[in-house]
């Protein structure tokens, strides 16, 4: 019987590693997404793609994370666009 529970552990464990591995965020804190976009796009270009005031109206990276981790929506189109960008 432990052996079967030991496999089934095993095998849970690898799973659950296959759909971290095929997210591709995975272990990408939101400062270093917000950080790249900035860096390949620019306050203004991003502020086109994702037209919201925290990129828009005097940019940081400080109050542009604060918004994010507040506003899901915005996180989330922030995401797809590093995203798109890493493709």
């Known amino acids: 019987m432990y052996l079967i529970r030991k496999r089934f552990i ?3 464990e690898i799973s ?3 759909k ?3 997210d591709p965020l995975h272990g990408i804190t ?3 997404i917000l950080i790249e976009l900035v860096d390949y ?3 203004e270009d991003l502020g086109q793609h994702i037209p919201i005031n ?3 109206s005097n940019p940081s990276i400080q109050s542009s994370l604060k918004f994010l981790r507040k506003t899901p929506w915005a996180r989330k189109k922030v ?3 590093y995203i798109r960008m890493k493709r």
């Open 10 to 12: 095993i095998t849970l």
């Open 16 to 18: 659950i590693m296959d």
């Open 20 to 22: 971290q591995s095929n």
């Open 30 to 32: 939101l400062e270093k």
């Open 41 to 43: 796009f620019g306050w």
């Open 54 to 56: 925290c990129f828009i």
């Open 79 to 81: 995401e797809n666009l």
